[in-house]
Nanobody, 110 residues
Framework: VQLQASGGGLVQPGGSLRLSCAASRSIFSIATVGWYRQAPGKQRELVASVGTRGSTYVTDSVQGRFTISRDNAKNTVYLQMNSLELEDTAVYYC?????WGQGTLVTVSS
């Protein structure tokens, strides 16, 4: 399985981005999918996840700002990021089972 993450970029504080994670085959319906991020000098952390039945989790620091969703028909998981803050700057990765996407860089800067 290959995961292709995209949608990162440079955005000003308060702006929005939507990340996409596309799988090479239908897999998102069989396991929980997570979005992780790793900021410079910090450990990789779980940001949000969506379960096989649609239940979602977001970490406290992005609660109310980030939303995760899944489109099984398109084999794609999304991370909608609103009200971005400087501290959201990181490389964002999607993961399912033991498979990781290649990462997409999000830079929040004025």
């Amino acid at each position: 399985v290959q995961l292709q993450a995209s949608g990162g970029g440079l955005v000003q504080p308060g702006g929005s981005l939507r990340l996409s994670c596309a799988a090479s085959r239908s897999i998102f319906s069989i396991a929980t999918v997570g979005w992780y991020r790793q900021a410079p000098g910090k450990q990789r952390e779980l940001v949000a996840s969506v379960g096989t039945r649609g239940s979602t989790y977001v970490t406290d620091s992005v609660q109310g700002r980030f939303t995760i969703s899944r489109d099984n028909a398109k084999n794609t998981v999304y991370l909608q990021m609103n009200s971005l803050e400087l501290e959201d700057t990181a490389v964002y990765y999607c993961k399912i089972l033991d498979y990781w996407g290649q990462g997409t860089l999000v830079t929040v800067s004025s």
